[in-house]
């Protein structure tokens, strides 16, 4: 069975250009997570979805940062303009049955502000 | 106040002893605790999850679980250079939100 896919794996931009990051989760799973994380930090949830629905986006900064998953099964993140805080490994997990269950982890898609 | 909480290290250990990993959490009602283990430069994977108060226990891994103390932990017995990793602490909060504590790095020394 394949993993969370993620796309690409390195992305180096310059500030206040836009980027975007792709993710497909494990074949069924119906809950979709998008993480960022600094180094030496853990993980930090941006945004939940279950299905097409984003149930959590509480900590997804608004102004620049947007997402979709509008078939409820692959998902793009997108920071438009970038900053330079914004560099760090961007996360995609996904789980069977929400929070409670497992989540799977893709390689995660590492940012460079320049 | 953070939500979750944990001793950054790195805590070092000889092969063969048990290594303790510690986590508190502000949310006295959470209900779902995990213990993720993270390689450098890879993405977290679950190592155990616990609810209920007391200890579970899965080969030489055991979580321990006081609601009381809002404190989890994670003992590794017979450590191996292999259990070298950053151990990361997470909670499902009574909101249904998910938090990671900042990670406990391990050094198993052979």
């Known amino acids: 069975e394949a993993g969370v896919v993620q796309s690409p794996r390195y992305k180096i931009i310059e500030k206040k250009q836009p980027v975007a990051f792709w993710c497909n989760p494990i074949?069924?799973?119906?809950?979709l997570y998008w993480y960022l994380q600094n180094l030496g930090q853990g993980p930090e949830l941006l945004i939940r979805y279950e299905n097409e629905e984003a149930v959590d986006d509480s900590q997804l900064p608004k102004d620049r940062f947007s997402a979709e998953r509008l078939k409820g099964v692959d998902s793009t993140l997108k920071i438009q303009p970038a900053e330079l805080g914004d560099s760090a490994v961007y996360l995609c997990a996904s789980s069977l049955a929400g929070d409670t269950d497992t989540q799977y982890f893709g390689p995660g898609t590492r940012l460079t502000v320049l | 106040q953070k939500e979750v909480e944990q001793n950054s290290g790195p805590l070092s250990v000889p092969e063969g002893a048990i290594a303790s990993l510690n986590c508190t959490y502000s949310?006295?009602?959470?209900?779902?605790f995990f213990w993720y283990r993270q390689y450098s430069g890879k993405s977290p994977e679950l190592i155990m999850f616990?609810?209920?108060?007391g200890d579970k226990e899965d080969g030489r891994f055991t979580a321990q679980l006081n609601k009381a103390s809002q404190y989890v932990s994670l003992l590794i017995r017979d450590s191996q250079p292999s259990d070298s990793a950053t151990y990361l602490c997470?909670?499902?909060?009574?909101?249904?939100?998910?938090?990671f504590g900042t990670g406990t790095s391990l050094t198993v020394i052979p």
């Open positions: 074949s069924g799973h119906n809950t």
């Open positions: 997470a909670v499902l909060n009574t909101g249904n939100q998910f938090y």
């Open positions: 616990i609810y209920s108060n």
């Open positions: 949310d006295r009602g959470s209900q779902s």
